[in-house]
């Protein structure tokens, strides 16, 4: 542990950190241009934010588009309601145990498909087959298999989640070297040994690809699960709010869920920052 | 000791058709020889190393490696030093270099020293917590130099390790090189396309050429040791050697030339 601290602190010194004149003039102008970024995404945003204000209810009737003002100070006021939460909560399992299970078995059934040739060979049509269904119009009968609660809606993102996974999973597995296999093999490694330290490596990038691509994919399995029969969850609420016409709670309902899938993603880039990072001091190459 | 017996490799290219590559190949390394094997890329020389460590199985002939045929992948007592590094990038240099050592169960205070010796004598004393992307091309290719000498295997394969650098790295590595095995002698295979660089290093110098490829010629070189690299080539020795073993390659180049045209 030690060591790999040492090692993560001397990265910083080799990426160019260490203050010299040369690469504090880099950092200004760098900072210079990041502000220039910032300002312009934020004048983009304000700038849609106002055209929107302007048009709702002149041009546009403000129960088919509500408005900023509108949505915010609803989605303020839902998130102080006991209701809200729970309807958070309950889509917040079903993104959980849907991805979780969908990401195991990808793995698994990933790496055994790249390890075993006989596997790969009867299975790999047989899964591109099933992977040509549009995994939504199995939501009918998942409603039918696991009933109206959770956890229909966690197989519908599972099902879509695994797919995405195991083929990130299986791409990497055949993206390792032989060559480097081969020479762990020639210094006298065991088939465990080579697993551990090269192949299960090897596939940390393409696993957190895959991890970083399937936090949206699960959110929407669950919520077209909720979508189709639910009576909790925040897809049950904006479907509820739009029979209602109640634009402003639509909008506050997907801002919800995008801001979910945010706190997500943002979960999944700690650990791979934590996991990775022998990745990110790379300069020579 | 290390026999070729009449080794011969047919590949099957994906279309079905049969390529010769190897045809009669006879040679022998002593024990603690350097045995430097050169020849025109595509007369089938890398085949010939992947054969003697069992990656790939001959078609004709047969390896013997100390006594026993090679059959499947040889993992006892040797080493093997690829044209890339082939390090594993998600771990420091020092655990790189200890890695063998961890396969041969060595305990981990003494993994620790060997590792830091051989990174000491390769010249990567001082970035031993550094990971593979951080070091230039020569420097991760000391550390490949320095994971295989750490476990002291009685024989090395080399498959054109220095081909990838730069002349000036290459030539301080092969002097490196040299200096190693000078005090820790070893049996070595070592496989090239550079004349100079064959002539440099070796005992004995075998002559690959041709389509399919056979041995034309194995050559002494009788160059006092230690050899200073960087003057070689000034020597007259050297030129003489160097002009009789072009001799044997020129024939087998032009047809090469003819092919891939």
Known sequence: MSTQMQARSTAVAVDGEIVSPKTSRRTSRDRKWRIKVTIGQVVTILLILGIWQAISGNVIPDYLISSPTGVASDTVTLLQTKTMWNDILTTTQELVFGYAIGVVFGVIVGVLMGSLKYVSSVFEPIIAGINGIPKIALAPLFLLWFGLGIWSKVAQASMIVFFVMYYNVYMGMLGISPMLVKLFQVMGAKRGYVARKVVLPSLSIPIFSGLKACVPFAMIGVIVGEFIAADQGVGYFVLQATQQFDSAGLFSGIIIMVAMVLIGMAIVTFCQNRVLFWQRTGHDK | ?261
């Open chain 2, 1 to 261: 000791m290390l026999e070729f017996r009449n080794v011969s490799k047919r590949f099957e290219t994906p279309g079905g058709q049969e390529v010769d590559v190897l045809q009669d190949v006879s040679f022998t390394v002593d024990d603690d020889e350097f045995c430097v094997v050169v020849g025109p890329s595509g007369c089938g020389k890398s085949t010939l190393l992947n054969l003697a460590l069992g990656l790939v199985p001959v078609t004709g002939g047969e390896i013997v490696h100390n006594g026993k045929r090679v059959e499947s992948i040889v993992s006892s007592d040797v080493g093997y030093i690829t044209q890339d590094a082939n390090l594993l990038p998600w771990s420091t240099v020092l655990e790189n270099i200890m890695s063998p050592l961890e396969i041969r169960g060595v305990p981990k205070a003494d993994r620790k020293a060997t590792a830091m010796e051989w990174a000491e004598a390769v010249g990567l004393g001082k970035f031993v917590n550094f990971y593979p992307g951080q070091l230039s091309g020569g420097m991760q290719k000391r550390c490949s130099i320095a994971r295989t000498m750490v476990y002291d295997p009685a024989m090395i394969y080399m498959d054109e390790p220095f081909g990838p650098l730069d002349a000036i790295t290459r030539t301080i590595l092969q002097e490196t090189l040299l200096k190693l095995w000078q005090t820790r002698r070893k049996t070595i295979l070592f496989i090239t396309h550079d004349l100079v660089e064959a002539i440099a290093l070796g005992d004995t110098v075998v002559v690959i050429n041709g389509q399919p490829g056979g041995v034309k010629a194995r050559i002494p070189i009788p160059l006092q040791r230690p050899r200073e690299i960087r003057h070689l080539a000034a020597s007259p020795e050297f030129v003489e050697l160097h002009t009789k073993i072009w001799s044997y390659l020129e024939p087998g180049v032009g047809n090469n030339l003819g092919e891939e045209m």
